[in-house]
């Protein structure tokens, strides 16, 4: 980690991307050289024709995506019933998958189409800062909502002591404080370094490591504090959430009847499939070995939890949640069938 990646020994240049010419990929950079003022993300460039195909899948997902949220937030706000902690911050959740994904894929459908998939310096800044401040805010919200469930199921008599509004609110307010910090502290650390070798990410968005790995000078700082990222934002919200979810399972195995024990943990069987789904992508893309090599299977993965995942959420709250499902209907007669 001592040396920076192999480098190319000219910016890539791609069919159809002019822009890519020394002249233009490149700025002066005194005596030391030159510094790159854009990048080439070529996490699509082996799909070929199959681009095409790409693109108008990941435009009805990311509009099924938007709908559904938007459709979430909607509901949590229009509803009495729903107007508790778990909603409150299934609200803020659907608003933070809104904008991690208008982050991403806005830029990942207009490189499908482009025959030039390149990305400015500033441009990249802006992305990895915003992908990182909402990753790191969903991953906080879901352990606030784990926390909610603990407090509701194993400490129902202090519940509304618990998570009064003002809880809630900082709990909310500090999962967004966490995610400036960090996408505040990677993405001036990373920018601040010299950029003179390989233009090439190979991914299809400005992610933490394959940026980081093209900086012409050490980067060891930069992957061992991605590596306590990573394990304070996801292996230790991950190991708090299994915490509550271990209580909770010791309290509904005291519920004396079978149809109880059903009734107490339908309330978080929505939340828990979440919790796997996202974790679970984000375990396998960012603790693995060589994470950041971003291979073929790395793009399908990425795939998955950048675009597939944010769609799957609403349905899970939706479909699996009786009290989501009956404010729909309520709030669907109430506007489109009254007389």
Known sequence: MDSPAPFLSQPLSLPGCSTLAPSASLASGGDNGTTLTEFVLLGFSDFGSLQGHLFWGVLCIYLVTLLGNFMIILLTLADSTLRCPMYFFLRHFSLAEILYTATIVPRMLADLLSSCPAISRASCFIQLYFFALFGIAECCLLTAMAYDRYAAICRPLHYTTLMNQRACASMVAASYLMGIITGTTH?????????????????????????LRLASASTFWGEVGNLAVTVTFIMVPFALIVASYACILATILRVATSQGRRKVFSTCSSHLFVVILFFGTATIAYMKPQAGSFGETDQILAIFYTVVTPMCNPFVYTLRNKEVTGAMQRLIKRYLWSP
């Open 187 to 211: 993405s001036v650390f990373i920018f601040t370094l010299p950029f003179r070798g390989s233009n090439v990410i190979h991914h299809f968005l400005c992610d933490i490591l394959p940026v």
